[in-house]
């Protein structure tokens, strides 16, 4: 009886035994997976809030919105105006051109309201009228003919072209304006020689218009790097990037931008080694986000742009709980600088008023971000510790006359090349690439100075075919540095 029991307790005592290795191993994967759970809600949220940028709170340009992103926007109220210029609107009237044929006076044939006869006299405020008409372009076509000769020794001699005379189809106006159309417009190729057919009747092959592009492109070469060499030279300039294909492989544009001169430069990648040589000379105020490539320009010497931090205050209020409150807090602080420095620059608001508000508002900006610094929030508490790292580069707009607090001269100037790397996805070949960054550096610049491009490309290859240099890009008023 006795040796049953024993049985009974030691079969009891494995039975427990095996129960509690179960109880263990359970409790252990219990663990694992709430661990495990943990983590996908900390992805999934992740996940939700990339799901959710948007243009508005993100560094992703405008044209990479969906359409629902548009329409979840929030719409502003309306001012209850009605649409159009406003009372002292600054009106835009057309321009009078000089005739080139000669005017034709028209005379009232009798009064208006007895309907006597009248006699002609010339009105000196006579009411002026214009019409523009476009005639039917036709290409000036020269030929050469190249005659040979034969010797008497029986040997056949060639006549050569004059100096001058370009060896292929495309004489420097044509050249000009198919870099134009292909470097600055972004007209596909195929479209251009659709185009040239359409409206010159000029035939060209897709490799005679590629072949004119290398040409546009190594007569603006000088005047470039000269380009490159003044916007570094300059005391403020914007600079921000994008990315670019070369073929298959992924390479990144950098845009130098200043008030007069824009430079656009194709890197191998966006480090800043390759950033550091784009720069001709590191001087004056480089206005740019927050990327770790421009390490190499000292801080006190640096705007961090204010557009790029309102789009991740977005971002924060975006978020539930403290990270909300936190976004908001920090999205009204910002938006009264920004309308204040509106103010500033439209005149009502003189720059020693706006000093005096952002020393009381400057702190209050950091406070909210050193608390955000402690929260302990993924995705925000180190993006508050990261801008409070560029402190000294977040007020330069104040006590610096001439900057600007956002990089938004940089951002518009590389639209056009997103534009163009989403309908032709970049470049195939190293000469693409120099063509494209060329092309719209000089048209860029000319712009900004309001001269002529295609008068401006046709010099410059005219120059080129002939030996000579082409005319600069600077700034009249301004020397080569």
């Known amino acids: 009886m006795q040796d049953v029991r024993d049985r009974q307790i030691a079969r009891l005592e494995e039975e427990l035994a095996d129960l509690r290795t179960l109880v263990k191993a359970l409790l252990a994967d219990n663990a694992s997976l709430r661990a495990e759970n943990v983590q996908l809600r900390a992805e999934n949220e992740e996940l939700r809030r990339r799901l959710g940028q948007n243009s508005s709170n993100s560094s992703k340009p405008p044209s990479g919105d969906a359409p629902a992103d548009r329409g979840a926007r929030p719409v502003k109220p309306g001012s209850g105006k009605k649409q159009g210029g406003q009372p002292g609107h600054k009106g835009s009237r057309r321009v009078f051109l000089s005739p080139t044929v000669p005017p034709v006076d028209c005379f009232p044939q009798s009064c208006r309201r007895c309907f006597k006869k009248l006699k002609r006299r ?8 214009q019409t523009v008409d476009v005639p039917k372009i036709v290409p000036v076509v020269r030929e050469w003919r190249l005659h040979r000769g034969q010797c008497d020794c029986g040997e056949t001699t060639c006549a050569q072209l004059p100096p001058g005379v370009p060896l292929g189809m495309c004489e420097p106006g044509l050249i000009a304006l198919i870099a134009l159309l292909t470097g600055d417009y972004n007209m596909g190729r195929r479209r251009a020689v659709t185009l040239l057919s359409d409206l010159l009747g000029i035939e060209i092959s897709l490799g005679a218009l590629s072949e004119a592009e290398g040409k546009a492109s190594e007569a603006v070469a000088e005047p470039v790097e000269a380009v490159r060499q ?3 030279e300059q005391p403020v300039k914007n600079t921000d ?90 999205l009204l602080c910002a938006q009264t600088m920004i309308h204040a420095w509106h103010k500033v620059r439209d005149g009502t608001m003189s720059r020693r008023q706006f000093g005096k508000l952002m020393a009381g508002l400057g702190p209050v900006i950091e406070g909210h971000l050193d608390h955000g610094g402690h929260l302990g929030i993924r995705g925000v508490s180190g993006a508050c510790q990261n801008i409070l790292k560029h402190r000294q580069a977040l007020w330069t707009f104040v006590r ?14 590389l639209r056009a090349f997103v534009l163009w790397r989403k309908r032709s996805f970049g470049s195939q070949s190293d000469r693409g690439t120099l063509f494209a960054a060329r092309l719209m550096t000089v048209t860029h610049t000319l712009r900004k100075q309001k001269r002529h491009v295609l008068s401006y490309l046709t010099d410059a290859c005219h120059a080129a075919l002939h030996g000579k240099s082409a005319p600069s890009l600077l700034p009249l008023a301004i020397p080569t540095p």
């Not at 610096?400 to 100037?413: D, F, I, L, Q």
């Open 122 to 129: 010339r009105d000196p405020e006579a009411i002026r009228h």
């Open 230 to 232: 003044y916007v570094a």
């Open 241 to 330: 990037a994008t990315g670019w294909l070369q073929g298959s492989k992924a390479r990144t544009l950098w845009t130098i931008a200043t008030p007069l001169a824009t430079f656009f430069g194709v890197c191998l990648d966006g480090t800043m080694p390759r950033l550091r040589a784009l720069f001709a000379r590191i001087r004056g105020i480089l206005i740019s986000d927050r990327g770790t490539q421009f390490g190499f320009w000292a801080m006190d010497q640096r705007q961090i742009c204010w557009a790029h931090l309102i789009r991740l205050f977005v971002a924060f209020e975006e978020r539930s709980g403290p990270a909300g409150v936190l976004g908001e807090n920090l």
């Open 400 to 413: 610096v006359k001439g900057v600007e607090p956002t990089n938004n001269g940089a951002e518009r100037s």
